[in-house]
């Protein structure tokens, strides 16, 4: 066995059964599905199918699902396009430290033409302090950005009570959904979501790719302007064979998602039990928990995780990333308290449906053997 992979929340393979779908899509039915012919009515009806699937999966309105380029477009659109449309109203925003830096950054950017952000931090699990929230809403916040889960630690945030808070105190509420969607639950109207990011990548569906939901009644400035797709709220002709393959990979969520999460959970603790029987020396960075079914963050002490990955022949994702000169440990890790030295030696490994018993096995095996056996 060669290379294994254990990188789904950088991304995922695509579902041969999302590619078979969306194959129609990229040859007979490639028109614009904003054009009035036949051939854009068939692709308009893929659109509005996807559209459709979208929607069943998060429970929101079909004319609330915005087709988008993928998790970080959404991100930047709802931040942006909220600062702009409720400027007016006020110039506070909330979000965390931990948030993807679609997210981070463009607050980071409005902090330069006089909005005030503030950045909630995160206990040692990695999740806000939800009293903490509500205190920081002052008159002038306009819009509360939290999201589901986290993509390195996979830490939950309380989703539906930060919601019920923005709800009370008249705020809109986004959430990033990137890592969530079809590995958690997820449903607008219950959790008392506003606005919601989808990236296909993440669970089967195709790069390149994404949905916004904002619901009916929210005024969101357009960040992409031009020719009138999407209801006008997205400029741009849109990817139809991406939209249709990321509704299918919906669907196959609504459909399947139980059973398939049931199994990578059950493959993610066994691999982590096999670790923590023969290794010590390992701490588990994020939520006990309150975490991502697929996600397990690893500090191996004493070991520098990029030497392991390489010498494991495992491909995953590390706890510090390289600069010129030298490994800087991640915002998240940090805001969480963890040491420079354990997030030199943190892992994120995580596993999807196509990850086989015999990888989990093989992968643990290989980590023991280099790191030594030494418990
Ligand atoms: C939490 C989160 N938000 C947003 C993104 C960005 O998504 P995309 O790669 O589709 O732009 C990612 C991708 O890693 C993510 O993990």
Do not use: W
Not at 11 to 23: A, G, H
Not at 46 to 73: D, H, K, Y
Not at 201 to 215: N, R, S, T
Not at 229 to 244: K, L
């Amino acid at each position: 066995m060669d290379n294994i992979y254990l990188d789904y929340n950088a991304t995922s393979p695509l579902d041969k059964e999302v590619l078979d779908t969306m194959l129609p899509y990229l040859t007979d039915n490639f028109a614009n599905a904003m054009s009035f012919h036949s051939f854009g009515q068939r692709a308009a009806q893929g659109l509005e199918q996807a559209r459709n699937q979208v929607a069943t999966l998060v429970n929101c309105q079909p004319s609330e699902v915005i087709f988008t380029g993928g998790g970080t477009e959404s991100n930047n659109s709802v931040i942006r396009g909220i600062a702009r449309s409720r400027r007016s109203l006020g110039n506070h925003i909330i979000t965390t430290q931990i948030e993807h830096p679609s997210i981070i950054k463009c607050c980071k950017e409005l902090e330069t033409e006089g909005f005030e952000i503030t950045f909630l931090p995160v206990n040692s699990l990695g999740q806000i302090n939800v009293d903490l929230l509500e205190k920081s809403i002052t008159n002038k916040t306009i819009l509360i950005s939290v999201m589901h889960a986290n993509n390195e630690v996979g830490t939950i945030q309380p989703i539906t009570e930060i919601g019920e808070i923005a709800r009370k105190k008249g705020v809109y509420f986004h959430t990033d959904t990137a890592q969530s969607v079809g590995k958690l639950p997820i449903d607008v109207q219950t959790m008392n979501i506003d606005m919601l990011t989808v990236a296909a990548h993440k669970f089967y569906g195709p790069k390149g790719i994404g949905a916004l939901v904002v619901c009916e009644g929210i005024e969101l400035t357009p960040y992409l302007l031009g020719a009138g797709h999407e209801g006008g709220r997205r400029a741009g002709t849109v990817n139809v064979a991406g939209a249709v393959g990321l509704g299918k990979a919906c669907e196959i969520a609504k459909t399947k998602g139980e059973s398939i999460i049931a199994k990578v959970k059950a493959g993610r603790d066994r691999f982590h039990k096999i670790i923590t029987d023969s290794l010590n020396n390992v701490s588990l960075n994020g939520h006990p928990t309150e975490r991502l079914p697929n996600t397990l963050n690893l500090s191996f002490r004493g070991c520098d995780g990029q030497k392991l990955l390489i010498a494991t022949d495992i491909a995953a994702s590390l706890g510090a990333a390289c600069h010129t000169t030298s490994r800087q440990p991640s915002a998240v890790l940090t805001a969480m308290g963890v040491t420079a030295e354990d997030a030199l030696g943190a892992i994120r490994f995580s596993f999807g449906k196509f990850t086989s018993d015999e990888q989990i096995i093989e992968a643990a095996n290989r980590i023991i053997k280099t790191v030594g056996n030494n418990k």
